[in-house]
């Protein structure tokens, strides 16, 4: 790389910059010897990972010890490249911390200048592990060596603030190096894109491609990907198929990430015809779809519940020489699931076995779940050892839908035996787990250990939410004891939470069961003062009473209010 000579106001305006901006403590305290840190988790690593990075180390302080005898015998040293080649092989390892170690070392050794490419690998070390300060702490170094930055220098700059949240500061900064004179490429400014597009500012991401519209950079199928994946996720998804017909229009091709992008997004918006006919398109352009083509198309035709088409897709990949995955069979068993074909679910799900493809702890929870919807506990309980031999750990979710199906089935001190299990085996029960236990204590008429476990959960500083209270309220309510429910909806209030539409509705049910109409009009007309609008499930629970009691003219009444509301 070349030094300033003719660039010395940008260089200095751009030290300034990079001075003023952040404050710069002092090189991180990294242990000298960088062993430390490797074996500190080479238990995580492969074998041959592990191998990799003691070769590197063991090769770069071969090359600092040798520094000693150049020095004793009035031979140069090593060239620096050499520790440079050294370093950006412990970076394609992901090894940052370990490179920047073994840097602070030749720093102390001195004898040897770093040049321009050691000290952006150093940046690059500092941009990955989020030390922005020490990233724009060596971008000065870099300017008082009197080194030029280049277009990778400051591209890696702007990503490592994009990757840490401040995309403002890397747009800001974008504009300090343009204004000076510094060339940025294409990546610069994709790197730009993604980062606004990351945090949901799809709308800015597309200004700043057409600002460098017709400029020296010219837009690229990665930055038109980015923003249309943006857009799709954000189910805009007319305004992302305008941007690919216009970058269609522009020569620019698409590729298999586009269509992709394209697809998923069609697919969430339930437009799946033209999801399958974007698959026919990639075909026609000799665009091989991938099996997260496939995935992706599958999934949103099983969500639809269109398993037959997406079985279809499935013979189509397999046909195309792309082998499904765990991702591919789970979709599939989640659609059948879905469609209550719980048994061709358990089929996909022995077949994927048979085809070397290892279910994980989602499949196994997606036939859990399916098993407990059909009621099929047995079924559930065998899956679950199933795992255990397998040495899989279950998750909440798993947990969950044992508890569940347990419940519904009628077995609540097996339910509760699970809770114990989870605790044991480090999965903490969560809400969601105390809400199934509350309605199949409800649902089983056991209100009274419901209540109990209400306020168990709030002494043991658990946080309740509403629908743990709507199940109590409404399971009091269906039998008849309504003072126990109205001192639960009292205790709920009092703690100043705000009751929702479904807490309301089982509360009027309760007061209708019990023919106390002019109170459950009350609590209608409070659910208004208080921003709660009552839905056709509230008319309709009033209604139906008052003509069981015969009240037929009150009834009409509030039939019209409902009718005046648009709610029939």
Not at 111 to 123: E, Q
Not at 163 to 178: S, Y
Not at 305 to 311: D, M
Not at 492 to 520: Q, R, S, T, W
Request: hydrophobic share 40%; with cysteine.
């Amino acid at each position: 790389m070349r030094r300033l000579s003719s660039t010395l106001i940008p260089t200095m305006t751009l030290f300034r910059y990079a001075s003023s901006s952040f404050s710069f403590p002092k090189f991180l305290s990294l242990p000298l010897n960088p062993f430390i840190r490797l074996f500190s988790h080479s238990s995580l690593l492969p074998h041959n990972h592990f191998n990799l990075v003691h070769d590197a180390v063991s090769s770069f302080n071969h090359l600092l010890s040798s520094m000693h005898n150049y020095n004793n015998n009035n031979n140069n040293p090593p060239p620096i490249i050499q520790f440079t080649k050294i370093l950006s092989s412990l970076v394609k390892l992901k090894h940052f911390p370990t490179a920047i170690s073994l840097f602070k070392q030749l720093e102390l050794q001195g004898g040897i200048m770093p040049d321009i490419v050691t000290l952006s690998i150093l940046i690059n070390c500092y941009c990955h592990l989020g030390h922005m300060p020490l990233a724009f702490s060596v971008l000065s170094k870099i300017l008082k060596l009197g080194y030029q930055p280049d277009t990778v220098t400051l591209t890696t700059l702007m990503k490592g603030l994009c990757l840490h949240g401040d995309v403002k500061k890397a747009l800001h900064f974008h504009d300090t190096v343009a204004a000076l004179g510094y060339h940025l490429d294409a990546h610069t400014y994709g790197t730009l894109i993604n980062g606004l597009c990351k945090i949901a500012e799809t709308k800015a991401a597309l200004q700043l491609l057409r600002k460098i519209e017709g400029k020296v950079v010219k837009p690229d199928v990665v930055m038109y990907s980015t923003i249309i994946d943006s857009l799709c996720k954000d189910k805009l998804i007319t305004e992302a198929r305008d941007l690919y017909s216009e970058m269609v229009s522009r020569g620019i091709s698409p590729d298999v990430v586009t269509y992709n992008t394209l697809i998923y997004g069609l697919g969430i918006v339930g437009r799946l015809r033209e999801a399958i006919d974007l698959l026919s398109e990639m075909v026609l352009k000799n665009i091989n779809p991938d099996v997260i083509t496939f995935n992706t198309l599958v999934d949103a035709l099983c969500k639809e519940g269109k398993v037959q088409e997406a079985t279809n897709v499935l013979a189509v990949m397999i046909k195309n020489g792309v082998k499904p995955n765990v991702v591919t069979y789970s979709a599939l068993m989640d659609g059948y699931c879905l469609v209550n074909e719980v048994t061709k679910a358990k089929f996909v799900f022995n077949t994927m076995i048979l085809r070397g493809v290892g279910p994980n702890v989602h499949s196994y929870n997606i036939m859990i779940h399916g098993f407990c919807k059909s009621k099929m506990v047995d079924e559930v309980m065998n899956l679950f050892k199933e795992m255990h031999h397998k040495n899989m750990t279950p998750n909440t979710i798993t947990y969950n839908s044992l508890i569940d199906g347990l419940c519904k089935s009628g077995r609540i001190s097996h339910a509760w035996e699970l809770v114990d299990d989870m605790q044991d085996r480090g999965q903490p029960a969560d809400i969601i787990t105390y809400n199934i236990l509350l309605d199949g204590l409800c649902k089983n008429q056991q209100l009274d250990k419901a209540h109990e476990l209400l306020m168990k959960l709030e002494d043991q500083g658990i946080q309740p939410n509403v629908y743990t209270y709507t199940i109590l309220i409404d399971g009091l309510c269906k039998v008849g004891r309504l003072n126990t429910a109205k001192e639960v909806f009292h205790h709920f209030l009092i703690k100043g939470y705000h009751p929702d539409v479904v807490m309301c509705n089982a509360m009027i049910n309760g007061l209708c069961i019990e023919g106390l109409f002019d109170d459950a009009l009350a609590l209608l007309s409070e659910m208004e003062e208080n921003s709660c609008a009552p839905d056709a499930v509230t008319f309709e629970i009033i209604i139906r009473a008052l003509l069981e009691k015969n009240k037929n003219d009150d009834a009409k009444k509030v039939l019209h209010e409902m009718i005046t509301r648009g709610l029939l």
